[in-house]
Each structure stands twice: as C-alpha cells, then as structure tokens.
C-alpha cells in the first residue's frame, strides 16, 4: 500500500515536472530543505506536511490562492530564463523602416480613389448645385458656400493636368513606386531622408491628384454642412469586428458590422459598397449582408451600389472574409511543452463610401455624402474549448458554445497576440483550464503544493526502526 502511495506521489511530481522542470525543482528543493530539518526534529516530516496541509486548507477558504494573473507562456518560474537577446538592428534600419511606412501611407491615401470614383463624387455635388433653389431661402449661408465649393472643383477638373485622372493616378502609382524600390536600397538614414523628400507635395506636383482630392473634400464639407442645417445631422458610422479561429482549416474568419445611422430628417438612398468589399487587411474581396432599418439581413447584390429604397434611417453592413493563419511555435526555458503563438494585425485600414441621402420633405434633391468609416475595433475573439493561455491585451474571458471567447476592455486596440494550449486531449480539459495558471506562474498555492508533496514523500519511504535498533 505504502509503495503504491509513493509511486502515485512520483508519478504526480513527474508530471507536473514534464509540464514545467521549474515545479520539479522546486520539489528537489523542498525535499533538501525537509532533510536537513529532520536532522534536528526527527519528526519534521509530519509537521511540515500538517503545516501545509492547514496553511492550504485555511488559505483556500479565505482567497489566498486565487488564479494567477494571465501571462505569457514565455515567462516562468524563473525570470528571464532561456530567454535570447534579440539581435541588434542594424544602423539606419529604423529610420528606413519608418520612411516606408510613411510612403505606404502617402500611397494609400492618394490611390485610394480611381479616377472614375473621383469623377462620380466630383459629377454628383456639381449636380446637385444645379437643384439648390428650394433650399436657398431656408440655408442661404450653406447654399452659397456649396456653390463656391463646387465652382473651385469644376475649375480645378477643367485644367489641362487634370483631364485624364486615371492616366495621372497611374503615373502618381508609378511614381511611388520608384520611391519605395530607392527606399528599399538606401543604405542609412540620411539616404532615406533624401529619397522620402521626393514624396513632398512640390515635389510630386506633376503626378499627385491632391488638388482635386482637397477641393473634393471641401465640396463634400459643404455638402455636410447644408445636410446638417436641413435634416438635422449627418450620417454616423460605427464600426466592430469580431474573429473566430478554425483550428481545423487553419483560418481566421473576419465579420465587421458597420452601423449607419441616419440623422432626425436624413433617410439613406443608395451606398457605394467598394470600401466595404475591401475591407480586409490581406487585399481580398469580402462577402456583404445587409440589414436595413432593423430588418432580418439579406445579401447584398453584385454592383458598385447597394439601392435602399425605401429609404430607411439607418442600415448595418456586416463583411465577412477568412484570412489563412500560421501559428507560430511559443517555447521558454525549462519547458518542454510547445505552445502556438498567433499574431493578429490591427483592422486599420480607414476609408469612405459615398453614400446618397434625400431629405424629409424635399423629395428629388440628392445629397451626395462621404461616410467615414473607422477601422473597425476587435470586441470579440473565439477560439477552441479550453485552448486560451494568454492574449497580450487585458480583457475577460469567458467559455460558450463557440469555445473560449476573449473580450477586450474599453479603449484598447492595436496588435494582438494569442497564445494557445497544443492541441492534446490531456491538456485541453476543463482540469487542465483550470491548474495551468499554478503550473506557469509563481504563486504561493503551487509552492505551498510542492512542500507538501516533499514532506509527504519523506513520511512515505520513512523506514521503522526495529525494536532492537530502538533498544541500542
């Protein structure tokens, strides 16, 4: 029987060792510090092991042992074990490296629209000056400044520089693309200074469609500011994403809800649905739903446009897309066990749909106006039953149908890293769950464990004396 109890007690010490070595010493260490005790007080052993056995059994009753504060697989025990020092960059590459972002930037925004889409947005505000009479006398201020906004634009389409936008969005593409291939060779900081001045607007003067896209943002302010007089407020756009992980296809799937909500007298006509299709960081098309005004979702057609009438108030369009993932292997000193790291980037591509409002009571005047969307902020992570170690941003937890969800606190966004068990059948448990947080963290619970189970291996292999030997 005695010999059963030891090898169970070993077997546990084994497994808790094979899971973190860190616990296995801790153990050794116990063991060594019991031994040295009992050369004193022969009976330390006992006491020691009924100590613990108390201090865990009071402890639990009045919280002493609660779970761990979440952390990365990568620290243990012992801090900063194993851990390798990241190679040095070398001189200059930081700067480089923030110079390409920056062009990327540049890029982004001024290909952003296609010389037809500024034509369209350019065509419907100068259309739009041409039916302002009934509204003169209720907005003569805002009348006025949208027909000055709109002469400026005309002006600026009709020089000669800006009569094919598409062929000098293609020379400002290629343009670009020259300066980010001399950033990629520059060599230091001073060299990718001198390339990165090439995307000032002087410089790109002959190729940049700034111009219109200034006076087509000033148009579409005074169009925002006639809607507001008018119908009360502007079009809003709230935007969420949520994400879950299928494990098996090795996949992300996206679903970002954006809410348009109508002012008190705006009603929305039709949406421009190219910033919702691309949505997604990776380049890719996304699949449309839409709910107008409260109603059950429906897909959205094949088109540039999504038609709306009648009118409603507001619409949610929900994108979905899936992005493949490749988990990443999570290894740390003193552990065998490796786990799967996942790097998800920032939904921060920002963007804006055209939309076309009519106001309450004045039935055929068509206001053209630029929804901004935000990026749209992560409020929902799903992954595998019990298979959630760490996310690298605070947030709750908590289990579903859908398996482990992860919400994130208010305010929080940027890159997310996750850290997820191996996919074991002995590890992914609710058993597991729940005593992992005490087998990767220091905690006082654990260590507490690991001096009893020394003291009551000491009280198990204790051998008695025989009568003889007691007798000398």
């Given at each position: 029987?005695?010999?059963?109890?030891?090898?169970?007690?070993l077997?546990?010490?084994l497994?808790?060792?094979?899971?973190?070595?860190?616990?296995?010493?801790?153990?050794i260490a116990a063991?060594?510090?019991?031994?040295?005790?009992?050369?004193?007080v022969?009976v330390a052993?006992?006491l020691?092991?009924?100590?613990t056995?108390a201090?865990l059994?009071w402890?639990?009753?009045?919280g002493?042992?609660g779970?761990?504060?979440?952390a990365?697989?990568?620290?243990g025990?012992i801090p900063?074990?194993?851990?390798?020092?990241p190679?040095?960059?070398?001189?200059?590459?930081?700067?480089?490296?923030?110079a390409?972002e920056?062009?990327?930037?540049l890029?982004?925004d001024e290909?952003?629209?296609t010389?037809s889409e500024?034509?369209q947005?350019?065509g419907?505000?100068i259309?739009?000056?041409?039916?302002?009479d009934?509204?003169r006398?209720?907005a003569?201020?805002e009348?006025?400044?949208?027909?000055a906004?709109?002469?400026?634009l005309a002006?600026t389409?009709?020089?000669?520089?800006?009569?094919?936008?598409?062929?000098?969005?293609?020379?400002?593409?290629?343009?670009?693309?020259?300066?980010d291939r001399r950033?990629?060779?520059?060599r230091?900081?001073?060299?990718?200074?001198?390339?990165?001045?090439?995307s000032d607007?002087a410089?790109m003067?002959?190729?940049s469609?700034r111009?219109?896209?200034?006076d087509?943002a000033?148009?579409g302010?005074?169009?925002?500011?006639?809607?507001?007089?008018?119908?009360?407020g502007v079009?809003t756009?709230?935007?969420?994403a949520?994400a879950?992980?299928?494990?098996?296809?090795?996949?992300?799937?996206?679903?970002?809800?954006y809410l348009v909500?109508g002012a008190t007298a705006?009603?929305?006509?039709?949406?421009?649905?190219?910033?919702f299709?691309?949505?997604t960081p990776a380049g890719g098309?996304a699949s449309?739903?839409y709910a107008?005004?409260g109603?059950?979702?429906?897909?959205?057609?094949?088109?540039a446009?999504?038609?709306?009438?009648p009118?409603?108030r507001?619409?949610a369009?929900?994108?979905t897309?899936?992005l493949?993932?490749?988990?990443r292997?999570?290894h740390?000193g003193?552990r065998?066990l490796?786990?799967?790291?996942?790097?998800?980037?920032?939904?921060?591509r920002?963007?804006d749909?055209l939309c076309?409002a009519v106001l309450?009571?004045?039935?055929?005047i068509e206001?053209?106006?630029a929804?901004?969307l935000?990026?749209?902020?992560?409020?929902?992570l799903?992954?595998?039953?019990?298979?959630?170690?760490?996310?690298?941003?605070p947030?709750?937890v908590t289990?579903?149908s859908?398996?482990?969800v992860?919400e994130?606190?208010?305010g929080d966004?940027?890159p997310l890293?996750?850290?997820?068990?191996p996919?074991?059948?002995?590890l992914?448990n609710?058993a597991f769950?729940?005593?992992?947080?005490?087998?990767?963290?220091p905690?006082l619970g654990?260590?507490?464990?690991?001096?009893?189970l020394?003291?009551l291996?000491?009280?198990?292999?204790?051998?008695s004396?025989?009568v003889d030997v007691?007798?000398?």
């Open positions: 029987m005695r010999t059963a109890a030891v090898v169970t007690l077997g546990v010490v497994v808790a060792s094979a899971l973190d070595m860190a616990l296995g010493l801790l153990w063991l060594v510090a019991v031994l040295v005790l009992r050369r004193r022969r052993p006992v020691v092991l009924l100590a056995v201090l059994g402890g639990g009753r009045v002493w042992f779970p761990p504060a979440p990365s697989y990568e620290a025990w900063r074990w194993g851990e390798s020092r190679p040095s960059p070398p001189p200059g590459a930081p700067e480089i490296v923030s390409r920056r062009l990327a930037a890029g982004r290909l952003r629209l010389g500024l034509e947005r350019a419907a505000v259309a739009l000056t041409r039916r302002l009934p509204l006398a209720d003569p201020r009348v006025a400044a949208l027909e906004a709109a002469r400026r002006r389409l009709a020089a000669s520089e800006f009569r094919d936008l598409e062929a000098r969005r293609v020379a400002a593409a290629q343009y670009l693309g020259e300066l950033l990629g060779a520059a230091d900081a001073t060299e990718a200074t001198s390339v990165l001045r090439g607007p410089a003067a002959h190729v469609l111009p219109v896209r200034e087509l000033a148009a302010a005074a169009v925002e500011a006639l809607v507001r007089v008018l119908g009360g079009p756009v709230t935007t969420t949520t879950h992980y299928d494990e098996s296809r090795r996949e992300m799937r996206w679903e970002a809800r909500a705006v009603r929305l006509l039709r949406v421009e649905t190219r910033a299709r691309n949505v098309a449309l739903a107008p005004g109603e059950g979702p429906r897909p959205v057609p094949a088109g446009w999504l038609d709306l009438e009118a409603p507001g619409v369009i929900v994108a897309w899936a493949p993932v490749t988990p292997p999570v740390a003193l065998t490796a786990f799967e790291r996942l790097e998800m980037s920032a939904l921060a920002t963007d749909a076309i309450d009571g004045r039935p055929g206001m053209p106006l929804l901004r935000p990026p749209p902020r992560l409020t929902r799903a992954v595998p039953g019990h298979a959630l170690h760490f996310v690298s941003r947030g709750a289990s579903s859908e398996g482990d992860w994130p606190g208010e966004s940027g890293e996750v850290q997820l068990v996919k074991w059948l002995l992914r609710a769950a729940w005593a992992r947080g005490y087998l990767y963290r905690n654990a260590l507490l464990a690991a001096t009893g020394a003291a291996t000491l009280v198990l292999v204790r051998r004396r025989s007691q007798k000398r």
